[in-house]
């Protein structure tokens, strides 16, 4: 059972849980397109055990025991996205009406069971034909997402409670396109930069097309780290403001104030598209809330042998997750503050954290201490509006397969039984009251 409840955290204060379409959906029939994750997780040596999402939790089929999870967990709304190959296979063009109806299906289910349907449109899943075209490194995909979102806001805006353009920038950027470790598994750093400037540019255009649509509450989803030096010594200070800038900054700085960091135009200069300052405007258009996906700390340390970009992270000594992750909640509420402070004074959602972990009591741990450092940023003036867990389900963990499991609710992938865990009784004892 968790310490906190639910009046520690104000009264309209909203609780959900999140998927997303590739990690939970399955269901690769019924005219759905190809996008990348199918071909890289096809591509022998970059998914644990070859692990692929073609079956996933079968939540194509099984939404409604799901959405039953989710109301009888006591939760106000559910987060998920929409699949751009199912709704469009091409990328563009003609419409699948099948994937239309699931999504009247899913959207109409979350409704009937009085969940409040918050939507992402963009959870990595980018259809395969717009990759052959370059994907986020061709400055085209502000167009083709903005008539995807245009589609999204046509036929589903009217139910939707809040949307969120794409989901963690950086990820869809940087983990994507230099580290290599997403699809479509790039190492190339004017690869890179060019999608960093166009997946903010995107979501910009699709801003513009859900509001024409007459579509209100949109906002973004950025994943945000608390950024630290390893060490207080000048050198360190610098690698932390590289790496802030990187993860943090370049998104924050993009979206509500309209330029990027001077470290990184400078360190990117020969490799950003040319007249990227002239799309600023359109990258920080106006929004109604802003989503924080918070799982960690960044430790940048100085690393003299790389002299163009002087920065390794390292790993600090806090307690772990089973990924690796070190587990920082006093972060989490710093971060909250600070967004509060420097950038904006929107509504904040913490729109994801979870761990990824097999003993549930530590997850159970994790979510009570990360709700007290919501109160705790609210206590300090941070207009922080819900918290939704990652992940209602044990689901397909991109690069790490199945193995890793973030849900409250396990899955068994053999049988498709969903087993709540003592994380989900733990929240519903909180969202019932009756702890
Ligand atoms: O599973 C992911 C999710 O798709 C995006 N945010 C982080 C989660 C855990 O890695």
Not at 166 to 182: D, Q, R, T, Y
Not at 404 to 411: A, N, T, Y
Request: hydrophobic share 40%; net charge negative.
């Amino acid at each position: 059972m968790f310490s906190i409840s639910r009046d520690d955290l104000g009264p309209n204060f909203l609780f959900g849980t999140a998927t997303a379409a590739y990690q939970i959906e399955g269901g690769q029939t019924d005219g759905r397109g190809s996008c990348i994750w199918d071909t890289f997780a096809a591509t022998p040596g970059n998914v644990k055990n070859a692990h692929d999402g073609a079956t996933a939790c079968d939540h194509y089929n099984r939404w409604p025991e799901d959405l039953d999870l989710i109301r009888d967990g006591g939760f106000d709304a559910y987060r998920f996205s929409l699949a751009w190959p199912r709704l469009i296979p091409e990328g563009t063009g003609a419409v699948n009406p099948k994937g239309i109806a699931f999504y009247d299906r899913l959207i109409d289910g979350m409704l009937e069971r009085g969940l409040k349907p918050y939507a992402t449109l963009y959870h990595w899943d980018l259809p395969s034909p717009l990759q052959d075209k370059g994907g986020w490194m061709n400055r085209d995909i502000a167009k083709w997402f903005a008539e995807y979102a245009a589609l999204v806001g046509h036929h589903f805006g009217d139910r939707l409670a809040a949307t969120a353009t794409i989901n963690e920038p950086w990820c869809v950027a940087f983990l994507s396109h230099f580290l290599g470790i997403h699809a479509p598994g790039y190492r190339d750093i004017r690869a890179a930069s060019r999608a960093m400037h166009h997946v903010l540019l995107a979501h910009g255009t699709a801003i513009d097309a859900l509001r024409a649509e007459g579509m209100k509450n949109l906002g973004i989803v950025l994943n945000l780290e608390k950024a630290e030096p390893f060490s207080e010594s000048a050198e360190d200070r610098l690698a932390f403001d590289y790496g802030d800038a990187l993860f943090n900054r370049w998104y924050l700085d993009g979206v509500f104030k309209g330029r990027y960091p001077d470290i990184l135009t400078s360190a990117l200069a020969q490799y950003l598209p040319e007249g990227f300052e002239k799309d600023m405007d359109v990258v920080s258009r106006p929004l109604d809330w802003l989503g924080i996906n918070y799982y960690t700390r960044g430790l940048y340390k100085y690393d003299a042998s790389r002299p163009a970009f002087p920065v390794t992270q390292v790993k600090g000594d806090l307690p772990k997750s089973d990924l690796g992750w070190e587990i920082y909640p006093k972060g989490l509420e710093d971060l909250l503050v600070r967004v509060s402070r420097e950038y904006t004074k929107l509504p904040l959602y913490v729109t994801e954290t979870g761990m990824s972990e097999t003993d549930d009591t530590r997850r159970v741990q994790f979510y009570d201490d990360h709700l007290r450092a919501v109160a705790n940023a609210q206590g300090q003036g941070a207009d922080v509006r819900g918290f939704f867990a990652w992940s209602l389900l044990d689901n397909y963990e991109w690069a790490e397969g199945y193995n890793s499991r973030f849900g409250i609710v396990h899955v068994d992938y053999e049988t498709q039984k969903r087993t709540p865990k003592g994380s989900y009784r733990a929240f519903q004892g909180m969202l019932h009251n009756t702890r």
